[in-house]
């Protein structure tokens, strides 16, 4: 994998390191990352985006901790082996969550009642 | 804070201040400011124009004598550093001034001797990725150009502690970014701390890892730049349930419909303010610049 794959937005609410977890999270999930690839370093990540180290280890560090990423000895990090294949539907839905939230709370807003707006969605999702 | 305490963080800390206060022309320009940087940490202040933010660069390196509190380099006071502790440091301020009558090239090859670390190879090779004629007198380069040299003479003695004062204003965005990873890489690999004052909030939030928000010459927070982030955010009530807004709060501002904003903080266990239930109220992420603007305003 390389460091360009991540996409930093240093001005989001939301702080870099969580923007870099939910990431690889996705890109696991989504099999753009094979189990056992290796991750770039700490010094690639921080040096590509400009960013503190610190914050690329804590991000590696929570990964490794949800079990999304393992760390070899000698090579660096790695997307752990057993991931992908165990990932059932609810904890890959569970990754949609935040979104979910966020467009119930737009809807809400816009006083849409939920029909059209599921049957917009069932549209987008190409069924 | 108390004196044990006091004393075990000047030890420690390369850069410390307790109790500064300045004014220039009977105007108070710092009204009594505390601030210690662990070794190794990034950290940004913020501030509007004229917030105070070069005077306490200043005092704290001891390059103004403040009215009243002390400030500690390397546990050395500042006012009477020695020069042990000033090769460890390095201060690039806003408008730099020193050796005009030198060209580029003869002021770093002048300042390196006094660096035991200087990396000769560092500033030749920056000079040219940041487009700056080695020859030319710095007093005719323009005072971005200027403040480029002295960045480059900064980063080039690799210093422990390196204090900036407004560095990107000088710098377009490409080699913005290149200073930016440079110091992120050196506080992450080197252990150097950094001190770097802006008002260019996005900077910030990419390389430090704690802010600290001047005000009319007051730190209003100090917090680490994650922990910001998640800990604070805009509340917004309608008017019919402003009356029910928590006591407490970092700013509070009333619209002309009589709705209510509010910037919150969430409790212990990482909930915010009851009101943030009611019907119509809306909490909404705030990213630091807006976190700024409604505490500055």
Not at chain 1, 68 to 83: I, P, S
Not at chain 2, 88 to 101: D, I, T
Not at chain 2, 106 to 123: H, K
Not at chain 2, 146 to 162: G, K, T, Y
Request: aromatic share 4%; hydrophobic share 45%.
């Amino acid at each position: 994998m390389d460091a360009s794959l991540l996409t930093i937005q240093p001005n989001a609410p939301e702080p870099i390191y969580r923007q870099i977890v939910e990431q690889l999270r996705r890109l696991i999930a989504g099999g753009q990352l094979a189990a056992g690839e290796l991750l770039p370093s700490v010094r690639d990540v921080a040096g590509f985006h400009a960013i503190n180290p610190m914050t690329v280890s804590r991000a590696y560090g929570l990964a490794e901790t949800e079990g999304l990423l393992e760390r070899l000895r000698g090579k660096g990090m790695a997307v752990a082996a057993t991931r992908r294949a165990s990932q059932s539907e609810s904890q890959r839905l569970a990754l949609l969550e935040p979104q979910m939230l966020e467009l119930a709370r737009h809807a809400r807003e816009l006083e849409l009642p939920a029909e059209p707006v599921l049957r917009r969605l069932t549209r987008l999702l190409g069924d | 804070m108390n004196a044990v305490l006091k004393d075990t963080a000047h030890n420690t800390a390369p850069l410390a201040a307790w109790g500064l206060t300045h004014c220039y022309e009977g105007s108070n320009v710092l009204r009594g400011v505390d601030l210690a940087l662990e070794p190794g940490s990034v950290l940004g202040l913020i501030g509007r124009n004229g917030a105070g933010k070069s005077t306490l660069i200043r005092a704290m390196l001891g390059l103004l004598q403040p009215l009243s509190g002390s400030a500690f380099v390397f546990g050395e006071p500042a006012l009477k550093l020695g020069d042990d502790a000033k090769a460890r440091l390095a201060y690039v301020p806003q408008q730099p001034e020193a050796l005009a009558w030198l060209t580029a090239q003869q002021m770093l090859d002048f300042v390196g001797r006094f660096y035991p670390r200087w990396d000769a190879e560092f500033a030749r090779r920056t000079l040219e990725r940041w487009k700056l004629q080695p020859n030319k007198l710095l007093a005719k380069l323009s005072p971005g150009e200027r403040q480029r040299v002295d960045l480059i003479r900064a980063l080039a003695s690799q210093p422990e502690l390196l204090v900036l004062d407004e560095p990107a204003a000088a710098l377009d965005p490409v080699a913005r970014r290149e200073l930016l990873r440079e110091v992120a890489l050196r506080a992450g690999e080197s252990g150097t701390t950094v001190l770097f004052s802006t008002h260019i909030v996005s900077d910030l939030e990419r390389v430090a890892s704690e802010i600290a928000f001047l005000h009319e010459g007051r730190l209003l927070l100090r917090c680490g730049v994650d922990e910001t982030k998640e800990r604070y955010a805009r509340l917004w009530l309608p008017a019919s349930k402003s009356a029910a807004a928590p006591a407490q709060a970092l700013s509070r501002r009333r619209h002309d419909d009589g709705s209510l904003s509010l910037v919150v903080e969430r409790d212990a266990q990482g909930r915010w303010p009851e009101a943030a239930g009611l019907p119509g109220a809306r909490v909404d992420a705030l990213g630091l610049e807006d976190l700024f603007v409604e505490i500055a305003e």
